[in-house]
C-alpha cells in the first residue's frame, strides 16, 4: 500500500511538472526559441503556446542586463536567457584608448543601439552576440579615428556615428540585428594636448579682442572723420548760403534806393525843366553832401576847395535866384 501511495505521489508530480514546461507564455515584444530534440522547431511569439516536454526546450542566448554600480552608473552585464528582446537596446561600450592620423592616442567612450530583428539569425549566426557587437565596434572605430587627425576627430562626430552605424548594420545584418544609432559620448585627449589646445584656444580669443578692438577703433575714426567733413561741408554750405542772402539783400537794397534816387531824379528834373539846367543843380546838390560829409566829424577840420567849387557853388546860387524870381 505504501508503495503504491508513494508511485501516485510521484506519478502525480510527474504530469504536474510536465504540464508546467508544456505552457509557454510569450510577452509582447519578446520571442522564444524553441528545439525539438537539439534542433530548430518554431519561434514563439508574443501569447500563450504549447509544446511537447521533455522534447521541446527553449535556446538560451546571450543578453544584455542593467545593473547600477555605487556611483549610480549604469553598466551593461551578459546573462543568459532563454527569452530574445526584441526591443532597442543600449550597449555602453568601455572607455578604450584610439590612435588617430597624427599619433595622439585618446581615450573614447560610446554607446550602441540596436534591436534585434531575426531571433532565429541572433541565435544560430554568432556564439556570442554581445560580444560580438562590441568586437566589431572598437576595430571599425579604432579604423575611422585612424583616418582622422586629432583636429578633425574633435569636430567631425557625426559624421564618425553616420560611418560607424553603417558599417555595423552592414555586418551585423546576417546576425538578424539592425544597428539604428551610434553615439560617442566622449573623446579625451591626452592632459598635454589639453593644456596646449586650451592655450592656443585663448591665443585665439587674445588674437580676436585685438581685432576687433583695432576694427572698432578704425571705424570710430572714419565716423569722427565723416562727420567733421559733413561738419565743415554743412559750416561751408551755410556761409555760402548766409553769404548769397547778404549779397541779394545789398543787391536789393541798392536796387530799391537807386529807383528812389531814380524817382527823385525824375521829379527834380520835372520841376527844373522850365526854370534852369537840372543837371548842375544836381551836380551842386551832390558835392554839397559830398562837403559835408568830409566836414563832419568832432575834429577840426581844414578843408581846401578847389577853384572848379566856386563855379559849382555859383550855379547852385543862380538856381537859388531863379526859383526866387519865378516863385
Known amino acids: 500500500m505504501v508503495y503504491l501511495v508513494s508511485f501516485a505521489f510521484i506519478l502525480v508530480f510527474a504530469v504536474l511538472t510536465a504540464l508546467s514546461k508544456s505552457f509557454i507564455v510569450v510577452q509582447q515584444q519578446e520571442a522564444v526559441i524553441i528545439q525539438r530534440l537539439g534542433k530548430y522547431s518554431q519561434t514563439l511569439t508574443p501569447g500563450l503556446h504549447i509544446i511537447l516536454p521533455f522534447f521541446d526546450s527553449p535556446r538560451q542566448m546571450l543578453k544584455i542586463n542593467k545593473q547600477k554600480s555605487i556611483d549610480g552608473r549604469t553598466y551593461s552585464v551578459l546573462a543568459y536567457s532563454p527569452r530574445i528582446d526584441l526591443r532597442e537596446t543600449v550597449y555602453d561600450f568601455p572607455r578604450q584608448n584610439v590612435i588617430t592620423k597624427d599619433n595622439v592616442t585618446i581615450s573614447i567612450n560610446a554607446l550602441l543601439y540596436f534591436q ?4 532565429r539569425k541572433a541565435i544560430y549566426s554568432i556564439e556570442n552576440l554581445p560580444e560580438a557587437i562590441e ?4 576595430t571599425n572605430l579604432r579604423n575611422l579615428v585612424g583616418q582622422l587627425a586629432l583636429d578633425e576627430t574633435l569636430v567631425s562626430r557625426d559624421i564618425i556615428n553616420d560611418k560607424l552605424r553603417e558599417i555595423l548594420d552592414k555586418a551585423t545584418d546576417k546576425w538578424g540585428v539592425k544597428v539604428n544609432r551610434v553615439e560617442l559620448q566622449d573623446i579625451v585627449p591626452p592632459a598635454s594636448i589639453q593644456q596646449a589646445m586650451e592655450k592656443e584656444k585663448k591665443a585665439e580669443q587674445d588674437r580676436r579682442a585685438t581685432i576687433l578692438e583695432a576694427e572698432g577703433i578704425k571705424k570710430s575714426a572714419i565716423l569722427t572723420a565723416e ?10 554750405e551755410g556761409e555760402k548760403q548766409a553769404e548769397i542772402l547778404r549779397a541779394e539783400g545789398v543787391a536789393q537794397a541798392r536796387i530799391i534806393e537807386a ?11 520835372g520841376a527844373l525843366a522850365d526854370r534852369g539846367k537840372p543837371d548842375q ?33 555859383s550855379s547852385v546860387d543862380g538856381i537859388k535866384q531863379m526859383f526866387d524870381r519865378n516863385p
Open 116 to 119: 534585434i530583428i531575426d531571433a
Open 281 to 313: 543843380y544836381l551836380i551842386a546838390m551832390k558835392y554839397l553832401e559830398t562837403m559835408t560829409a568830409i566836414t563832419n566829424g568832432a575834429n577840426n577840420k581844414i578843408v581846401y576847395m578847389p577853384y572848379e567849387a566856386t563855379g559849382i557853388l
Open 227 to 236: 562727420g567733421e567733413k559733413m561738419a565743415a561741408i554743412n559750416k561751408a
Open 259 to 269: 529807383d528812389a534816387e531814380k524817382e527823385a531824379i525824375s521829379r527834380i528834373i
Open 135 to 138: 568586437k566589431l565596434t572598437q
